[in-house]
């Protein structure tokens, strides 16, 4: 059976195996997942360090917070994204808005962003999967796994 990791008071997922907690000195000094040319996931790794998970060579940065109830959420999330990064999915799972965009501003892509939000979009997932090139499938993956497994307190 897989680890239940408790992301907040609202939210929790199973860990994919393999799945392990990370420090942020550790993520910044790998010198194997290029973060220096990235300060947009650098700042983002300083302002969300106790959410940093790894499997492998794949890194994953998740954070959940609360936000007042917003029809159409889902969807004006979507068309910014895909007007920032290129195309976006926009998918229902288990009662769970998905956002998915694949990051074309570096070349090769090598960044999922994601959202998950809840039906009211009061509460939130979000963050980024980091991973090498020849990985994009298994990242897809491991993404695939954390958001079906993603479980909502109801409030």
């Known amino acids: 059976m897989a680890q239940r990791i408790v992301l907040s008071n609202i939210a929790s997922i ?3 195996v393999g799945m392990r907690k990370m420090d942020k000195s550790s993520v910044l ?3 194997k997942l290029k973060f220096q040319a990235r ?3 650098q ?3 300083n302002r969300h360090a106790n959410n940093i998970y790894r499997i492998d060579d794949v890194l994953i940065e998740l954070h959940v917070f609360n936000r007042m109830p917003e ?3 889902a969807q004006s999330l979507r068309a910014m994204y895909a007007s920032t990064f290129g195309p976006t999915t926009l998918e229902n799972l288990d009662n769970k808005q998905i956002i998915i965009t694949l990051d074309t501003l570096d070349h090769p892509a090598d ?3 994601f959202f998950c939000l809840n039906n009211d979009a009061s509460i939130q997932a979000a963050g980024f999967v980091k991973f090498e090139p020849g990985d994009k499938d ?3 993956s491991i993404l695939h796994d ?3 497994s993603m479980k909502f307190k109801v409030q």
């Open 43 to 45: 700042e983002r790794i």
């Open 39 to 41: 300060p947009d996931l």
């Open 111 to 113: 960044v999922y962003h």
């Open 29 to 31: 000094g790998s010198s």
């Open 14 to 16: 199973d860990a994919p």
């Open 71 to 73: 029809p159409g959420r």
């Open 138 to 140: 298994k990242a897809r």
């Open 146 to 148: 954390i958001l079906k």
